[in-house]
């Protein structure tokens, strides 16, 4: 199988720039006092942003040539591995966040299954997607397959359903152009 985002690392950056981190402070509700896992954060191009409002950073991601680029910026504590069976103790991250990441996972729901299990009472997972709703994101759909990406991509409403299964509290956000944002949050006690 080819690999894409090993064959990209070293120019990932320089062709999807950072976003403004300003968006991902409120989504996120930070500055917070606590850990932060970037789940499929690849080179750390939005975690490494927020380095300074959390106290430890884990980003976890099945490529090691983009964690060797978010290893470069010294930003992080990168973790080579698959979402859907993260290395951690129940409860160990008060804030998870998954960047245009979701469709690349092997299985969503169990991805978001264990984001959940990691997530601290209290803690809130934020997940950013393609809207689907969008045509421009059915053409990218459409694009990742013929790249034979194995992407699947799914509506926001979807995405919220499968984090509300797993006991969460749901939201969604849009920008009203390509992107949305599902926020869910882990009840205390």
């Known amino acids: 199988m080819l690999d894409h985002f090993g064959l990209l ?3 990932y950056e320089r062709f999807i720039p950072p976003p403004n981190p300003e968006r991902w402070l409120k989504l ?3 500055p917070v006092a606590g850990n932060l896992l970037d789940a499929g954060g690849g080179t750390g191009r939005v ?3 927020l380095r300074p409002y959390v106290q430890h950073m884990v980003i976890a991601d099945e490529s090691a040539k ?4 978010a290893r470069a910026k010294a930003v ?3 973790v080579v591995g698959g979402v859907e069976r993260l290395p951690f103790a129940d409860n160990s991250f008060d804030r998870v966040m998954v960047v245009d990441a979701l469709h690349h996972f092997a299985n969503q729901r ?11 009472p209290g803690g809130r997972l934020v997940i950013e997607e393609p809207d689907l709703h969008r045509l421009s994101v059915k053409f990218v759909a459409v ?3 013929v790249a034979l990406m194995r992407s699947k991509f799914y509506y926001p409403e979807a995405i919220r359903d499968m984090a509300a299964a797993c006991g969460l509290q ?7 152009r390509f992107a949305a944002w599902v926020i869910a949050e882990k009840e205390v006690g």
């Open 9 to 11: 690392a070293p120019f």
């Open 28 to 30: 996120l509700d930070l």
């Open 47 to 49: 975690s490494g942003q």
């Open 66 to 69: 983009m964690l060797a680029e």
């Open 76 to 78: 992080c504590c990168p």
């Open 110 to 120: 169990l991805a978001i299954a264990d984001l959940a299990r990691v997530l601290k």
């Open 143 to 145: 694009a990742e397959k």
């Open 170 to 176: 749901t939201s969604i956000e849009s920008d009203g």
